[in-house]
């Protein structure tokens, strides 16, 4: 069975980081896209930031680009996202999610209802 566990949320000021892991397992890790989103109250799920084949491919949403890196652990099969300069519009639960079968670059854009798989999640809230 996947699992795929996130941690590393937390409270943090404006302009500040955050490193946050998601730690799979069940899973061919070169055969899935491993993909961060975020959900702010009241608001779709949206993509973040997506890597595939073992860290070679990456994709970031316009909102994190410059400020962001997706990263992955091969040996220990996780994938952390590192946020840079947060604001408190970053504030969201985020979630990272498996897609079986398309790299980062062809899993851009696909919707998150069509994810394989899901973390609980971890909040990030940022303060002004």
């Known amino acids: 069975e996947v699992q795929l566990v996130e941690s590393g949320g937390g409270l943090v000021q404006a302009g500040g980081s955050l490193r946050l892991s998601c730690a799979t397992s069940?899973?061919?890790?070169?055969?899935?896209?491993i993909g961060w989103f975020r959900q702010a109250p009241g608001k779709e799920r949206e993509e973040v930031a997506i890597?595939?084949?073992?860290?070679?491919?990456?994709r970031y949403a316009e909102s994190v680009i410059g400020r962001s890196t997706i990263s992955s652990d091969n040996a220990k099969n996780t994938v952390y996202l590192q946020i840079d300069s947060l604001k408190p519009e970053d504030t969201a639960v985020y979630y990272c999610?498996?897609?079986?079968?398309?790299?980062?670059?062809?899993?851009?854009?696909?919707?998150?209802?069509?994810?394989?798989?899901w973390g609980q999640g971890t909040q990030v809230t940022v303060s002004s």
């Open positions: 890597i595939s084949s073992r860290g070679t491919d990456t």
């Open positions: 999610g498996a897609l079986w079968g398309l790299v980062a670059s062809k899993a851009m854009g696909i919707s998150w209802r069509n994810w394989h798989w």
């Open positions: 069940g899973m061919n890790f070169a055969d899935w896209s």
